[in-house]
């Protein structure tokens, strides 16, 4: 295929699945969302610059990402102040206080697995200057940046709409959004029709917005436990969570009531004081009883199921059960 047949009219190149903004409304409001965060600015799939040009314009330090190395040339030579890095989005440090970007469709869910599985608390604007401030539009990737500690505080992203009423619990709870309730909240901002973008894509578009807890429903330390109590019930079987959560043996999500530990980190071999009520690590089935308490001091119905629960209950049930 020849670099004229593998463009689109609008010039996007199919196989990095772009599919750029052009409608007005949109643009807008994302501006507005933006206008209430604060720090340097990241943008991931820049395109043809319908953000970064506005958004270049808010007086705050902006990086853009863009990985088609002819768009990335152009836009640092029509924005010079504008930090123009030819990456790979999954491979581009997260160290700016806001991100923003219109994600190209098949790449949401890594996109979205990486903010929330990768990050510390955000960093000042001049150590994002020093991160990333030698390099510009055509420079090649030094490795993967992947390994470096990422911050960031706020993200709005332009998905796909369904993936964004998922995301915000509209319709239903999901996996990935009770597994990172305790220390983020989703909310959904606007549906973007098909014809906004170009090359049309076969669905609509919604705005999603992700914000870092300013104080966590739960510690850090307690995140692999929980984690793995909340895949159990997602996966368990069951009529209800009665059900589910009484099979679920503590053998099925093991490390529950512990601390996560750093890879190649020795064992700790003290123990925490048990919370009352804490059962012995390595136990069976719980006893319908304590399910039964448990979820009813979270105002949680036997029958109801995993996608059922607001974030607040999904800390009371793992702070109960663990």
């Known amino acids: 295929m020849s670099s004229r047949s593998s463009r689109s009219l609008h010039g996007g190149r199919h196989e990095l699945g772009q599919n ?6 949109t643009i807008d409001l994302i501006l507005e969302l933006v206008r209430r965060t604060d720090g340097p600015l990241l943008e991931l799939g820049a395109g043809d610059g319908a953000l970064t040009v506005p958004l270049s314009r808010l007086g705050r330090p902006l990086t853009a990402v863009e990985l ?7 836009l640092a030579r029509r924005l010079p102040e504008v930090r123009v ?7 581009v440090r997260l ?13 949401t869910t890594p996109i979205l697995r990486r903010l929330l599985e990768h990050g510390g608390p955000p960093r000042s604007a001049h150590a994002t200057g020093r991160d990333q401030g030698s390099q510009r539009s055509g420079d090649r990737p030094r490795g993967d940046d992947r390994r470096h500690g990422d911050g960031w505080r706020d993200a709005l992203l332009l998905v796909q709409w369904e993936v964004a009423r998922k995301r915000a619990g509209v319709g239903g709870g999901t996996l990935m959004g009770a597994l990172a309730a305790p220390w983020f909240e989703f909310a959904l901002h606007g549906r973007v029709p098909a014809s906004g973008f170009r090359p049309m894509p076969s669905v609509d578009g919604g705005v999603l917005s992700i914000h870092r807890r300013e104080s966590p429903l739960l510690p850090a330390s307690e995140r692999r436990g929980y984690e793995a109590f909340v895949r159990a019930a997602f996966t368990g079987r069951g009529r209800g969570l009665a059900q589910i959560l009484g099979r679920v043996s503590d053998r099925q999500h093991a490390g529950t ?13 003290t123990r925490e004081p048990a919370r009352p009520g804490a059962r012995p690590r390595g136990a069976g089935p719980r006893e319908p009883a304590l399910v039964r308490t448990a979820l009813r001091a979270a105002g949680i119905g036997p029958q109801a199921l995993p996608r059922d629960l607001a974030p607040a209950q999904w800390v009371m049930l793992w702070q109960r059960l663990s």
Do not use: C
């Open 20 to 25: 750029f903004l052009h409608h007005r409304p």
């Open 68 to 74: 088609d190395e002819h768009r990335a040339a152009r």
């Open 85 to 91: 890095l030819q990456r790979d989005a999954l491979r």
């Open 95 to 107: 160290d700016a206080e806001t991100i923003v970007g219109n994600v190209p469709f098949h790449l």
């Open 257 to 269: 009531g512990g601390t996560s530990r750093p890879p190649g980190a020795p064992h700790d071999r």
